[in-house]
């Protein structure tokens, strides 16, 4: 089965300053890569994704790179903002019989200090 | 607001107990989907349900259980319950399809003592 690492566990930075949380999986059938952004006491977040088919897409300030024969994908946050504190997860998901089923990362708690 | 419902918000019952949980998906979602997240586990998948039908299971005991009913909302059975069952449980739904992207309801909080 798909086996995804993520890291750092934790990151601390100051607002305004630049985050990059790395993920590695195993299965080079994954063809899904989404993130997704957790809050205290709230659901994840559903943030960006990315397919296999690109390598790299954009959003304000958040953007997602993917480099396939290395088998890793990162989360970059520019312009932190106390706000984007949380905790990020990384998956990585193949489509095998319709299931869709994402394998998650165990997370990285974000910290951004004002 | 992801659109998906989960109650209740948070539970506390006692060890050999029989709790139900709720979710209700998205407007047009046919899939849901149950995670259970601790701190030593991480998000862990469960069990996955499509129009009525389980499409795929994850780690999910014995001890636990789940369905989906024709108006699509979805109850996760948890029972003989343990200490090591506190956790918190989401429920997520998709479209299942080109865009399937699962969004997650705001999670049941377990406690048992």
């Known amino acids: 089965g798909e086996n995804v690492e993520q890291h750092p566990s934790t990151l601390s930075v100051q607002e305004g300053d630049s985050a990059v949380i790395k993920c590695t999986y195993s299965d080079s059938a994954s063809n899904y890569f989404p993130w997704y952004k957790q809050e205290l006491g709230k659901g994840p977040q559903l943030i960006i994704d990315i397919r296999s088919n690109v390598g790299e897409k954009k959003d304000q300030r958040i953007a997602v790179t993917l480099n396939k024969t290395a088998k890793h994908f990162s989360l970059h946050i520019t312009e932190t903002q106390p706000e984007d504190s949380a905790v990020y997860f990384c998956a990585a998901r193949e489509s095998s019989g319709g299931s869709y089923i994402p394998t998650f990362g165990r997370g990285t708690s974000l910290i951004v200090h004002p | 607001d992801s659109g998906v419902t989960q109650t209740p918000k948070h539970l506390i019952t006692a060890t050999g107990q029989r709790v139900t949980l709720r979710c209700s998906p998205r407007?047009?979602?046919?899939?849901v989907y149950w995670y259970q997240q601790s701190l030593d586990q991480g998000l862990q998948f469960l069990i996955q349900?499509?129009?009525?039908?389980?499409?795929a299971k994850g780690n999910i005991l014995e001890r636990f259980s789940a369905q989906q009913f024709p108006d699509l909302h979805s109850e996760l059975n948890l029972s003989s319950l343990e200490l090591g069952d506190s956790a918190l449980y989401f429920c997520?739904?998709?479209?299942?399809?080109?865009?399937?992207?699962?969004?997650f309801g705001p999670g049941t909080r377990l406690t048992v003592t």
């Open positions: 349900y499509y129009n009525g039908e389980e499409r």
């Open positions: 407007s047009g979602d046919l899939s």
């Open positions: 997520a739904s998709s479209v299942v399809g080109e865009r399937d992207e699962q969004y």
